[in-house]
């Protein structure tokens, strides 16, 4: 098991990458004009993109389907990173809940204040300019959060689940889904690992048993966790060409940081088809 490492990155500069590139992912990225700036999922079920791309989302939404049965009464979710809010909306179309979205973005707040009132649930979600481990009081209590690839941009994963055990009611549930190291001997794996986590402002890239000795030193019990690595798309045609041209790409006058995603993404690839690195969703509960 191995520790969590030193930040490299702190909120100011998490902030700053996805101010600089939320623009591009979202009228570039495949799931943009879904608010869905994670990846598609091809799981179970999926027979067509735009399922992949609310793949996590559907099975966050059968969890707080479960949930409300038990509760009887309309759920309120915590999203840890909403991005634009793409996320929280598309869970309010489908669910009587309630869903209250964090970003450190301006950009993205605002953004998602403009997808919210367009999908017709600012009743039931609304997104707050903020950083989830340090959440305003009135976030809470929740009966479920999750965070769908943000928690790898954390730099005190310690004080993540801090925060979800406050904000969190008594046997609330807790979902991540995101990157996880997993275990070589790869000599190449460092320095791929090394690309992805300076391309995309990583700072807690942690394995599995170090995921969960963390959330267990605050009272999370560990319920599931499901590796959804098999069904990513990897070596995509746009993704060997991207390949080919980042070294020139890198040879242009550009301002630092425009193409520090792009270099990340195609390292997190690297690091994924080779199996250094899995995409995985864990699922936890908050002690009751």
């Given at each position: 098991?191995?520790?969590?490492?030193?930040?490299?990155?702190?909120?100011?500069?998490?902030?700053?990458?996805?101010?600089?590139?939320?623009?591009?992912?979202?009228?570039?990225?495949?799931?943009?004009?879904?608010?869905?700036?994670?990846?598609?999922?091809?799981?179970?079920?999926?027979?067509?993109?735009?399922?992949?791309?609310?793949?996590?989302?559907?099975?966050?939404?059968?969890?707080?389907?479960?949930?409300?049965?038990?509760?009887?009464?309309?759920?309120?979710?915590?999203?840890?990173?909403?991005?634009?809010?793409?996320?929280?909306?598309?869970?309010?179309?489908?669910?009587?809940?309630?869903?209250?979205?964090?970003?450190?973005?301006?950009?993205?707040?605002?953004?998602?204040?403009?997808?919210?009132?367009?999908?017709?649930?600012?009743?039931?979600?609304?997104?707050?300019?903020?950083?989830?481990?340090?959440?305003?009081?009135?976030?809470?209590?929740?009966?479920?959060?999750?965070?769908?690839?943000?928690?790898?941009?954390?730099?005190?994963?310690?004080?993540?689940?801090?925060?979800?055990?406050?904000?969190?009611?008594?046997?609330?549930?807790?979902?991540?889904?995101?990157?996880?190291?997993?275990?070589?001997?790869?000599?190449?794996?460092?320095?791929?690992?090394?690309?992805?986590?300076?391309?995309?402002?990583?700072?807690?890239?942690?394995?599995?048993?170090?995921?969960?000795?963390?959330?267990?030193?605050?009272?999370?019990?560990?319920?599931?966790?499901?590796?959804?690595?098999?069904?990513?798309?990897?070596?995509?045609?746009r993704d060997r060409v991207l390949n080919a041209l980042l070294p020139l790409l890198n040879l242009l006058p550009l301002d630092a940081g425009r193409l520090d995603y792009l270099s990340g993404g195609?390292?997190?690839?690297?690091?994924?088809?080779?199996?250094?690195?899995?995409?995985?969703?864990?699922?936890?509960?908050?002690?009751?």
């Amino acid at each position: 098991m191995s520790a969590p490492p030193e930040p490299r990155f702190d909120p100011v500069q998490v902030r700053d990458y996805y101010d600089r590139h939320t623009a591009a992912f979202v009228s570039h990225g495949q799931g943009g004009n879904a608010g869905a700036i994670h990846r598609a999922v091809w799981g179970p079920g999926v027979s067509h993109r735009a399922q992949a791309f609310h793949h996590v989302e559907d099975r966050i939404a059968e969890l707080a389907g479960r949930m409300a049965v038990v509760a009887d009464r309309p759920l309120h979710l915590v999203d840890l990173g909403c991005g634009v809010a793409g996320s929280a909306c598309y869970l309010a179309a489908r669910l009587p809940v309630r869903v209250t979205g964090i970003t450190l973005s301006p950009v993205q707040a605002r953004l998602a204040q403009t997808r919210i009132r367009e999908a017709g649930v600012s009743d039931r979600v609304v997104c707050v300019e903020g950083d989830y481990n340090h959440l305003p009081p009135e976030v809470g209590p929740a009966d479920l959060a999750y965070a769908i690839e943000s928690f790898v941009h954390g730099p005190a994963p310690d004080r993540f689940f801090a925060q979800c055990r406050r904000v969190l009611r008594p046997g609330g549930v807790l979902v991540i889904c995101d990157d996880f190291r997993r275990p070589t001997m790869d000599a190449r794996a460092d320095q791929a690992i090394e690309r992805f986590c300076r391309g995309w402002h990583v700072n807690a890239l942690l394995d599995r048993d170090a995921l969960q000795a963390l959330a267990a030193t605050h009272g999370f019990a560990h319920d599931l966790t499901v590796d959804l690595s098999p069904y990513l798309e990897l070596r995509r045609a746009r993704d060997r060409v991207l390949n080919a041209l980042l070294p020139l790409l890198n040879l242009l006058p550009l301002d630092a940081g425009r193409l520090d995603y792009l270099s990340g993404g195609s390292a997190l690839q690297e690091c994924l088809a080779h199996g250094w690195v899995g995409y995985e969703m864990a699922m936890f509960r908050a002690p009751g």
